[in-house]
């Protein structure tokens, strides 16, 4: 089975703009999570979303957002970017919760965001 | 709220030897998972192991084993014979499943391991 993909690994933007990020999920994977890593931070949840429903939400302000679509391909939306924004982003998928197997996350590359 | 801490920032082995890296973590919760995540300097996050707190033997994978300490919320990852490939940095991580509601992952801070030849 082909693993989380997540397109692009790279951007570099300005502040003040917006940016969207993709992540395509394992086949079969229902559960598409998302987190933010730094280097002050470590890493942390934003969010995550199942059958096109945010389930589980971080604590992060409004201007992330997110959404899934019916093939479980989930999107991840920053607006008004900030210096602050500039980080790794984690996709993860799962099948769904309920049991270790399923519960187990399994993580794509990720895209590295830079805001100038 | 559940906390995961990794008290060891960095640590280092020689080739073939063994390490053990700790994991503490503060939960009420008494069903829970707890994984190990490696992350190589290509950054993409890998699982190592996973336990299942209702599980009192530890969870093993090839040359990766976990002293799973339920009550003193201890969970060590012990990896035997090191690699070069085993060089990255390791996650420690939490998760309360909710039933038909997913869960979250809560992450340590990582401990940077380096296998040296």
């Known amino acids: 089975k082909a693993g989380v993909t997540q397109t692009p690994r790279y951007l570099i933007k300005t502040r003040g703009q917006q940016v969207t990020l993709s992540c395509s999920p394992i086949?079969?994977?229902?559960?598409v999570s998302w987190y933010q890593q730094t280097p002050g931070q470590g890493l942390q949840f934003l969010f995550e979303y199942f059958s096109e429903t945010q389930r589980n939400k971080g604590n992060f302000p409004g201007r992330f957002s997110g959404r899934q679509f019916s093939n479980s391909r989930s999107e991840m939306n920053v607006s008004t970017l900030e210096l602050g924004d500039s980080a790794l982003y984690l996709c993860?998928?799962?099948?769904?919760?309920?049991?270790?197997?399923?519960?187990?996350?399994?993580f794509g590359p990720g895209t590295r965001l830079t805001v100038l | 709220a559940q906390t995961v801490t990794q008290s060891q920032p960095e640590m280092s082995v020689q080739e073939a030897e063994t390490v053990t890296l700790s994991c503490t973590y503060d939960t009420s919760e008494s069903n829970y998972y707890l994984f190990w995540y490696k992350q190589p300097p290509s950054r993409q996050m890998i699982l190592v192991i996973r336990?299942?707190?209702?599980?009192?033997q530890n969870a093993t994978e090839n040359r990766f084993s976990v002293n799973f300490q339920k009550a003193a919320k201890s969970f060590s990852l012990k990896i035997s014979d090191s690699q070069l490939g085993d060089t990255a940095m390791y996650f420690c991580a939490f998760m309360k499943p909710l039933s038909g509601q997913g869960g979250k992952l809560i992450f340590g801070q990582g401990t940077e391991l380096s296998v040296k030849p």
């Open positions: 336990q299942e707190a209702y599980k009192q």
């Open positions: 086949s079969g994977h229902r559960s």
């Open positions: 993860a998928s799962s099948t769904q919760g309920g049991t270790p197997s399923t519960d187990t996350q399994y």
